[in-house]
Structures are given as structure tokens and as C-alpha cells.
């Protein structure tokens, strides 16, 4: 008898999940079944404000086709939501009416955006009612109101300086709207980067076109537009800020109503063992933005420092590969023993700390771990270091004027921390050098060499082939060089061949240099 595995969610975590299901399923081991509670099936959220400009549309964002998945065998239910978790029954009960029985249960919920409490805004997270003009951006729909105010070239204000609210500003103003980023601290990207590289970020935003408000606190909203929507942005001074489209870019909390209606532990995210699993139940699992890796045992040394959910694709891509994998062996027979040779199956390695990128036409941004310590900064520079172990030293520079900045945080010669503004060829190494905990050179300034007049013409993954050009997918320089050899001519033929660009999009513009660098050889030739 097949498996039953029933995947609620259908974003880009749990398309991954199902793509790697699909041979069981095809051989009759796996009886799948995803509830989507969109009409469409999964699509890349990520570049949704790049559809909300118009610099891409919904067929190039879509991650996964439901007639071919029909037509393998997979039972997908769109616009279906699920009522609730029945556990004892092990059956999800659904607003079509018709129950899904489960052998196994994997949670793929995602998260919601943040609705802040403002005057004029309904915040409950579950139903939240906002004034026409108002508009997170989290699909499809959002999208094309932002694409209605870009198109009609309406002012647009974000309200957030996160990455994603910094990318949409930055997009929607190479458009041609007219945008002003708000945000509640003394620069953007307040949680990634440190107060230099965060001035000099600003300034560049303004160079770009992108008004900002900084240490702005918001306290509601003015609909008083023609139509009753969204007229000004108020704050706590008394003072506003015009627009006729207001971007909520304030986060994203995870969804676990549902876990929690059935009964599950849940903190920030639904609390899943090594394995994906829920704490206590064996029958039901988690990934992505709705999971929280801390397991129950309270002698576990990784779980004492383990945050909550990531947020990124590329770690819920990962454990998605890694659970497919653990419930095939679970399929593959009934006795005890397929539950003995799953659980040799070695566990989801714990995440590295990501590193946060922002690139844009005239921007380059990265930033990783902790970078808040000062060069002069005694106090925060030998917190750690004793018993042997080196206090932190910073190397900083920076040229404002045409803004440029790095930070390297290192210990021991080996990185814990870096900003990088302006510098894209030393930011692509200092991340390459981040990811694998190798030693910096003695001389940092050699690293800044990498930026000069004869390095810029070669792409990211010039340097090392070997080096990670796509973060989100893990794929190499050297095989999207292979996949280029292959016939690939196009970053999106890239894409479908090994899924490089298929995340965040921040390697498009490295892929297409590796592209161009093979054909520039072989025309050459």
C-alpha cells in the first residue's frame, strides 16, 4: 500500500519537496497530496516585486506546473484552505469539504507579512482588512496593484528598510515612480549592517532616486484619496508623508495556527527535531519559514544557540531535499525496518548564518554575522577572548564620496562578520571566504584590490569555479559553466537546467558573465 503524504502549503519550499517526492510517486511508493490555498501553484515570492514593476511576469516566477503534476499522480487541491489537523484521525479536514487522510503530515505553511498597528489598519494576522491604496507584497495580487501605481506613475511609499522593501523602492524608482522609503531607525538594513556602511547605503539609495525618512516613527494612515484610499503616512512628530500607494515591508511572522490548533509545540516557528520532525509526534513534519529546528532534548549544544526560522529559500530548500529523501526510505516498507533505515539517515546539518545581499541597477550590498563592533571599541572587541581564544579586530575602509565601504570582522584571521557596500567583486569573495571559514590574507587591503579597473570585467565565479555563484540553490560556477557548454544560452535555460537564479535572483547578473564568457572564448576560437 503507498504512503500517504499530505504537503499543506505550496509555496517554493514545499514545490522543492514535491519535486523530489515525484519518482516515488511515479513508482506507486508515495501517494501524494499538496493543498495550496492560492489558485495558482507554486511561484518564486522572492521576485514578486520585480512582477510589480513589470521587469518580469507570473509564467517566469511560476515553480511548478499542476496539470503535469495532475498527470504524475500527485492529487493538487488549489484554493482549498485547511480548517484543521485532526491527529487522531490523521486526517486534514479542508473547507471543500473533502477530508485528506495522512501517513504522513508536512507542514509547509510559510509565513504572512506583518501588518503593523496603525491607526487605519485592521492588524489581526489573520484576516487583515486594509484601506484600498494599502498593500503588502507577498503574491501575485499584491503585485499587480504595485504594478498599477509604477504604470500610472504614482507615488509609492515603503514602509520598512529591509531588503525587500529596499529592493521594491529601488525597483519601482528605476520605473519611474516616485518613492520614498520610511523606516524606524538611524539607517536602512538596520539589523544586518553597521552604522558606517549603513550612511553610506542611505546616501546611495538617494543617489538612486529613493527618498528616505529615517528614524521615522509611523503612527497611521490618511485614506483621503478620491476613491477613500491611502493619501499620507502619519507620524509620531506630527508630520506626513504624501503618497498614493503605501508598501507594507515590515517582515513576516510564520504561520502556525494550524500546529497550534492541533495541538503541536510551537515557539516562533512550529518546533521540529534534526529530522523535521514535530516535538512528540512522528507523523508530522515542518519546513521552511513555518519550522523552527530546536529540538526537544535540552542537552543539545546546537539548539541552545538556535534562532527561529531563517526566512531565506535557500536553508527550506535544503531541508526539503533532505526530508524527501527521509520519507522515501520511510515508504519503503512498513515494517520496522524502513523506520530504522530512515533514521540512519544522517541528520539535516545545521545552517550556516546567512548572508544578506541587495543588488540593484548602481547597488551592491553584503552582509553576514555580527559586524557591530567598532575598530576602537575595546569592550566589544575582547568580549570572548579568553582561555586562548583571539579577541576580534575589525579592518574597515571607506570612501563615501563615491560609496564605497567594507567592514571585515575577524577572529583569528577567519571572518565572523562584513559589510560591503559599492564593492561587488570584494563582496563575492568576502562571502566566499564567510561561507567556508577560511583565513583572510594578512594584508586585507588586497581584497579591495579586487574592485579595481582590470578585475571588473570578470564575473562572480571567475575567481574559483569551484566557488557557490547561486547561494539559494548551491550551485557552482564551474556547472553552470557545464551547463553553458551544454547548449544553455540564456540565464533562464541556466535556470531549468540546474536551478541557479531560481531564489532571490541576486546571481542573474553572474550567470549572465559566465554566459557571455563562454561565448565571447568561443567566438574568439
Known sequence: MSERIVVVGFGPVAARLIDELLPAVRSGLVHLTVVGEEADPAYNRVLVADLGVGRTTAGA???????????????????????????????????????????????????????????????????????????PLRDLRDASVLRAAVAGGKRVVVLGGGVLGLETALAAAEEGAAVTVVHNGPHPLGRNIDRGGGAVLAAQLRNCGVHVAGNAHSTGVEHNAPDGGFSALLLDDGSAIDGDLLVLSCGVRPRTELAEGCGLSTATGILVDHRLRAHHEPHIFAIGDCAE??????????CRSARGPSGLVGPGWRQAEWLAEYLTLLAEGTDGGSQETADSLPALPQEKPGV???????????????????????EALTAGASNGRPRLQ???????????????????????????????????????????????????????????????????????????????AGVTGTKISDAVAGGCSTVADVSKATRAGTGCGGCHEDIQGIIEKHFQAAAAA
Open 356 to 378: 544578506i545581499v541587495l543588488k540593484a541597477r548602481g547597488m551592491n550590498v553584503a552582509a553576514a554575522g555580527d559586524n557591530s563592533a567598532d575598530p576602537w571599541d575595546e
Open 61 to 135: 516566477l511560476a515553480l511548478s506546473d499542476a496539470a503535469a503534476l495532475i498527470a504524475d499522480g500527485v492529487d493538487v487541491r488549489l484554493g482549498v484552505r485547511v480548517r484543521r489537523v485532526d491527529r487522531a484521525r490523521q486526517q486534514v479536514v479542508l473547507t471543500s469539504g473533502d477530508p485528506a487522510a495522512y501517513d504522513r503530515l508536512v507542514f509547509a505553511t510559510g509565513s504572512r507579512p506583518v501588518i503593523p498597528n496603525l491607526t487605519g489598519l485592521n492588524p489581526d494576522p489573520s484576516a487583515p482588512v486594509l484601506p484600498a491604496g494599502v498593500t
Open 394 to 472: 575589525i579592518a574597515q575602509w571607506a570612501d563615501p564620496e563615491h560609496g564605497r565601504y567594507v567592514k571585515m570582522t575577524t577572529r583569528g584571521g577567519v571572518l565572523e562578520g562584513l559589510v560591503s557596500v559599492g564593492m561587488p567583486r570584494t563582496a563575492a569573495e568576502l562571502v566566499q571566504l564567510f561561507e567556508r571559514g577560511a583565513e583572510l590574507p594578512a594584508d586585507r587591503s588586497l581584497l579591495l584590490r579586487l574592485d579595481g579597473p582590470d578585475q571588473l570585467a570578470a564575473p562572480a565565479g571567475a575567481q574559483d569555479p569551484e566557488s557557490t555563484v547561486c547561494r539559494c
Open 293 to 302: 529546528v530546536r529540538c526537544p532534548d535540552p542537552a543539545c549544544v546546537e
